[in-house]
């Protein structure tokens, strides 16, 4: 089987009963880990908020820009659900050589993250296409981790995306355990995974569910907030929201 790559980060003190938060994806020629610090620190912030509770990152540095990013981010969830800013403290990693225009996509084989595949492999984005190294279907989310539907569902839906010669790689994190509010913790908990699994391209795109014209406000992934949990080392880019499903 395929070299699996994982990292792990202590929660002290623990959240919802989870001590330590982890990652793993299957590592290839084209995938390689990014910040621990930076993945940990997406995927605590919102649940911290939640719980009131202050973050310092300890062990690393996080990238430059990222945590701008999350008091920006966490202004908007504040006004959204009431949640009082929480205090965000780490190490900034002086900035390094601008990313280049590389992405991997968070793949489902649904609408959305189908559409965002097209447009970006077919040209259809424009001046904002981005070549696309990998599609990252993560187990864990929709389906629970060890579960055997998601290997079959990783069979169904790879082959028209790898005949297109773009790999469909499985990765894993635990982070959906440690906030109960599926709806509005799901776009911090793929940041993280992206951020981790991408640190070989600039970019991980995240499809849109809503439009311009019909925003869903306090949705956990959406066009105010996705951007803004991503730093200047690797984007996080809500795709697709000039367009209509049915379109």
Do not use: K
């Not at 799901?186 to 795109?205: E, P, Y």
Request: proline letters at 8%.
């Amino acid at each position: 089987g395929a070299e699996v790559t994982q990292a792990s980060a202590t929660l002290e003190p623990p959240l919802r009963g989870v001590d330590r938060i982890w990652w793993r994806v299957a590592s290839g020629d084209v995938l390689a880990p990014g910040r621990v610090a930076d993945a940990a620190l997406v995927a605590v912030t919102q649940p911290a908020m939640a719980a009131g509770l202050d973050v310092e990152v300890r062990g690393g540095a996080v990238s430059s820009g990222l945590l701008g990013n999350l008091e920006e981010a966490q202004a908007a969830w504040s006004q959204w659900r009431g949640w009082a800013p929480v205090r965000l403290v780490a190490e900034e990693a002086p900035p390094g050589p601008r990313p280049g225009r590389a992405a991997v996509v968070a793949y489902s084989g649904g609408v959305d993250s189908g559409y965002t595949l097209w447009r970006h492999l077919d040209g259809a984005a424009g001046h904002q296409r981005r070549p696309v190294d990998a599609a990252i279907i993560v187990e864990g989310f929709d389906i629970p981790l060890d579960d055997p539907a998601f290997a079959g569902a990783v069979r169904r839906v790879a082959p028209p995306v790898e005949a297109r010669g773009v790999p469909v790689v499985p990765a894993a994190p635990n982070v959906r355990s440690i906030d109960d509010d599926w709806q509005a913790y799901h776009g911090f908990a793929l940041a993280s995974m992206l951020t981790f699994a991408g640190a070989a391209q600039g970019a991980g795109l995240v499809a849109s569910t809503d439009t311009y014209a019909r925003p869903v406000v306090g949705w956990g992934s959406n066009a105010v907030t996705d951007p803004l949990l991503g730093s200047d080392a690797f984007a996080i880019v809500h795709d697709g929201c000039g367009a209509h499903r049915v379109a």
